[in-house]
């Protein structure tokens, strides 16, 4: 699996708290090694997000990304359920 981060992502990437960052990046490593791992609660989104689909970290933060090929996934959006569903 490759992955992709859209600029927007990398930029809230840095406005995570340290210990959030480290729980994704161990997240980001188990999904680039089995993305569909039942930890990762990795599943489809509707609606506004209709296209994209979401990892779980850390409780209640989600990663949002579009998957590009079966190979690719571009990371787009990160943050707490209540912050990406506005």
């Known amino acids: 699996m490759i992955i992709e981060l859209h600029k927007n992502f990398a930029k809230q990437i840095t406005k995570l708290k340290p210990a959030q960052q480290k ?3 161990k997240t980001l490593h188990l999904f680039l090694n089995e993305p569909n791992h039942p930890e990762l609660y990795n599943h489809p989104l509707s609606g506004e ?6 990892i ?6 989600r990663a949002h990304y579009i998957p590009i090929d079966e190979n690719t996934a571009l990371f787009v959006a990160v943050g707490t359920h209540s912050q990406l569903y506005k």
Do not use: E, I, P, V
Not at 49 to 54: D, E, I, L, T, V
């Open 49 to 54: 997000w209709k296209g994209h689909r979401s």
């Open 23 to 25: 729980r994704l990046q």
């Open 56 to 61: 779980t970290f850390a409780g209640n933060w």
